[in-house]
T-cell receptor, first 113, second 112 residues
Framework: AQSVTQPDIHITVSEGASLELRCNYSYGATPYLFWYVQSPGQGLQLLLKYFSGDTLVQGIKGFEAEFKRSQSSFNLRKPSVHWSDAAEYFC???????????FGKGTHLIIQP | SQTIHQWPATLVQPVGSPLSLECTVE??????LYWYRQAAGRGLQLLFY??????ISSEVPQNLSASRPQDRQFILSSKKLLLSDSGFYLC???????????FGEGSWLTVV
């Protein structure tokens, strides 16, 4: 069965500092990988996705993620965070079928002024 | 462009009462449809998914049911709510390569 681990429940970063959110997955074949962001009381918004090809993918809001097959990782990065980036971030994996995504438990990002 | 509508946004229901959450998708045809639940602000649990009208797959045995009466309509129901049914319910849809999932704004359910 596929699974996703986000080892950091909370991360605090100063505004303007760089950010990296970790995500490790378990999947038997080539996965489809996603990052979503959720503001309080809102639905989830897709930040970026990886299907194949270039292992560094660019997303919205200045985010990027790198797929590393050898490490089974898909870490999310941003060079300089803004206060508006404070939110919950979810990593997810699927095999591309109709049976939905498997999500990690999320990382709560706090931005310090 | 595609949009997804989910209602009601907030619901407070007594234990033992029925539930109906509705979701419709516009701007696409034959989407895969999903109901997820997010309890206590942590993690997302897939409850049901549907690949077509009348086709429902249940991921977790529970007090809830789902129906898809039309191609772009997905309904989450319960005959008798339990306290443990409280949570944030998210409808979602997908289509195409990789079945990228797009979420609605969610419905807050509090069972009292």
């Amino acid at each position: 069965a596929q699974s996703v681990t986000q080892p950091d429940i909370h991360i605090t970063v100063s505004e303007g500092a760089s950010l990296e959110l970790r995500c490790n997955y378990s999947y038997g074949a080539t996965p489809y990988l996603f990052w979503y962001v959720q503001s309080p009381g809102q639905g989830l918004q897709l930040l970026l996705k990886y299907f194949s090809g270039d292992t560094l993918v660019q997303g919205i809001k200045g985010f990027e993620a790198e797929f590393k097959r050898s490490q089974s990782s898909f870490n999310l990065r941003k060079p300089s965070v803004h206060w508006s980036d404070a939110a919950e971030y979810f990593c997810a994996v699927s095999g591309g079928g109709a049976d939905g995504l498997t999500f990690g438990k999320g990382t709560h990002l706090i931005i310090q002024p | 462009s595609q949009t997804i509508h989910q209602w009601p946004a907030t619901l407070v229901q007594p234990v033992g009462s029925p539930l109906s959450l509705e979701c419709t998708v516009e701007g696409t045809s034959n989407p895969n449809l999903y109901w997820y639940r997010q309890a206590a602000g942590r993690g997302l649990q897939l409850l049901f998914y549907s690949v077509g009208i009348g086709q429902i797959s249940s991921e977790v045995p529970q007090n809830l049911s789902a129906s898809r009466p039309q191609d772009r309509q997905f309904i989450l129901s319960s005959k008798k709510l339990l306290l443990s049914d409280s949570g944030f319910y998210l409808c979602a849809w997908s289509v195409g390569e990789g079945n990228t999932i797009y979420f609605g704004e969610g419905s807050w359910l509090t069972v009292v």
